[in-house]
């Protein structure tokens, strides 16, 4: 790490401010989100006909309804492919909207909803400086809302789309722990900032304006150790898988312990996390009529493009997917709630239960 850290404070966190967006939202007994679907196919690698669409417009207008139904947040993943996605007959995510310039274009036509982008920090040449001042503008024009996903890249294949070659995954955290801390100490930076780290440095560089509660929401998704101890030092929300793979009620056995690992990390460094989950959701009127549905969107699977999207998972060193088959990807998502109304309120209550902080995509 940095050797000037005890002479550059960090920035506080949203949470330390009542008024930011982010505490209000703590507020709420569960956060509600929403995964937009900004990639083709979301994440059901199914060819059943559907209503959602990656365009712009589709999602702006989801983020609104969203936003006045209550949602507390949306969310952007990243990714990148080559020509035809992850193959199949639908192309499989091949086209797709970048996360953080969409969620820009978001925050300035909604007022309360959280907007968090994923990033890849380490592809390409992407400086903490570009995150700070990026970052803070953003910050500005959402009103204190937005949240970064700081991802490092699970997949040799999209590094080398940049260039590079696949980094060890310990080292990667090792470097996300040194580009976020380096951010965040630009964020709460009074006069110049320089600094020398292992894998970048700053020279009487200054960020302003500053963002409005501290600095913006910090989010990871992780289930390594490695991951773990960089979300204690950094991360607002953790982003978790089920260490049970995609069945709800087997993740109701594994959530406690998966969880409890998570907050007790981050309370070793006097750091609050809260931990949040996307469950994939069939809602019909009845059990019946959902489950009914599901087996309509099974009945079409794409073999192709559930194929392609595993062995490009599997390629990769993503430990928090392990437990994760390719039955389910027909339909996707990271754990299932297929039901009525009721069946799906019982389950996300559940997963309260077992202390997650709850997100979900319908
Ligand atoms: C809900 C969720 C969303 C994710 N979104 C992305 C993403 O947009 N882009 C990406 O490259 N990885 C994404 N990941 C993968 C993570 O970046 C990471 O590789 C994975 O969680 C494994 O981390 P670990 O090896 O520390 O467990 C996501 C993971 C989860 C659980």
């Given at each position: 790490?940095m050797?000037?850290?005890?002479?550059h404070?960090?920035?506080?966190t949203?949470?330390?401010?009542?008024?930011?967006?982010?505490?209000?939202?703590?507020?709420?007994p569960?956060?509600?989100?929403?995964?937009?679907p900004?990639?083709s196919g979301g994440?059901?690698a199914s060819?059943?006909?559907?209503?959602?669409?990656?365009?712009?417009?589709?999602?702006?207008?989801?983020?609104r309804?969203a936003?006045?139904l209550?949602f507390?947040?949306?969310?952007?993943?990243?990714?990148?492919?080559s020509?035809?996605?992850y193959?199949?007959i639908?192309k499989y995510?091949?086209?797709?909207?970048?996360?953080f310039?969409?969620?820009?274009?978001?925050?300035a036509?909604?007022?309360?909803?959280l907007?968090i982008s994923?990033?890849?920090?380490?592809?390409?040449s992407?400086?903490?400086?570009h995150?700070a001042?990026?970052?803070?503008?953003?910050d500005?024009?959402?009103?204190?809302?937005w949240?970064?996903?700081?991802?490092?890249?699970?997949?040799?294949?999209?590094?080398?789309?940049?260039g590079?070659?696949?980094?060890?995954?310990?080292?990667?955290?090792e470097m996300a722990?040194?580009?976020?801390?380096?951010a965040?100490?630009l964020?709460?930076?009074?006069d110049?900032l320089t600094?020398?780290?292992?894998f970048?440095?700053?020279?009487?560089?200054?960020?302003?304006p500053?963002?409005l509660f501290g600095r913006?929401?910090?989010?990871?998704?992780?289930g390594s150790?490695?991951?773990i101890?960089?979300?204690?030092?950094?991360s607002d929300l953790v982003?978790?898988?089920?260490?049970?793979?995609?069945?709800i009620?087997?993740?109701?056995?594994?959530?406690p312990?998966?969880?409890?690992k998570?907050k007790?990390?981050?309370?070793r460094?006097?750091r609050?996390l809260?931990?949040?989950?996307?469950p994939?959701i069939?809602?019909?009127?009845?059990?019946?009529?959902?489950?009914r549905y599901?087996?309509?969107?099974l009945?079409?699977a794409d073999r192709g493009?559930?194929?392609g999207?595993?062995?490009?998972?599997?390629?990769?060193?993503a430990?928090?997917?392990?437990?994760?088959?390719?039955?389910?990807r027909?339909l996707?998502?990271?754990?299932?709630?297929?039901?009525?109304?009721?069946?799906?309120?019982?389950?996300?209550v559940?997963?309260?239960?077992v202390?997650?902080?709850?997100?979900?995509?319908a």
């Amino acid at each position: 790490m940095m050797a000037a850290d005890q002479h550059h404070p960090t920035a506080a966190t949203p949470a330390q401010f009542a008024e930011s967006p982010f505490s209000r939202v703590l507020q709420q007994p569960l956060i509600l989100g929403l995964f937009l679907p900004i990639q083709s196919g979301g994440w059901s690698a199914s060819l059943l006909p559907r209503t959602t669409d990656w365009t712009f417009d589709y999602n702006a207008a989801l983020t609104r309804r969203a936003e006045a139904l209550g949602f507390d947040l949306v969310f952007g993943l990243a990714q990148w492919t080559s020509k035809g996605g992850y193959g199949g007959i639908s192309k499989y995510r091949e086209d797709s909207l970048d996360a953080f310039i969409t969620v820009t274009a978001l925050s300035a036509i909604t007022e309360r909803i959280l907007l968090i982008s994923t990033i890849h920090v380490l592809f390409g040449s992407w400086h903490p400086l570009h995150i700070a001042k990026f970052g803070a503008t953003i910050d500005h024009i959402s009103g204190g809302r937005w949240g970064m996903n700081v991802v490092t890249g699970y997949s040799p294949r999209e590094a080398r789309m940049f260039g590079g070659l696949q980094i060890e995954h310990d080292r990667r955290y090792e470097m996300a722990d040194e580009f976020t801390g380096m951010a965040c100490r630009l964020w709460g930076a009074s006069d110049d900032l320089t600094l020398q780290g292992k894998f970048w440095s700053v020279d009487k560089a200054f960020v302003t304006p500053k963002p409005l509660f501290g600095r913006p929401v910090l989010v990871n998704a992780t289930g390594s150790p490695a991951g773990i101890e960089y979300a204690a030092g950094h991360s607002d929300l953790v982003f978790i898988t089920s260490p049970a793979g995609h069945e709800i009620d087997a993740a109701f056995d594994a959530l406690p312990a998966h969880n409890a690992k998570i907050k007790a990390a981050g309370a070793r460094r006097g750091r609050e996390l809260r931990t949040i989950i996307n469950p994939m959701i069939v809602c019909r009127e009845t059990d019946r009529e959902a489950q009914r549905y599901h087996q309509a969107i099974l009945d079409a699977a794409d073999r192709g493009a559930i194929d392609g999207f595993v062995a490009h998972q599997r390629d990769g060193d993503a430990v928090a997917w392990k437990a994760h088959g390719d039955t389910h990807r027909a339909l996707g998502g990271n754990i299932q709630i297929i039901g009525s109304p009721q069946t799906v309120v019982d389950k996300l209550v559940g997963l309260k239960r077992v202390g997650c902080d709850v997100r979900f995509r319908a």
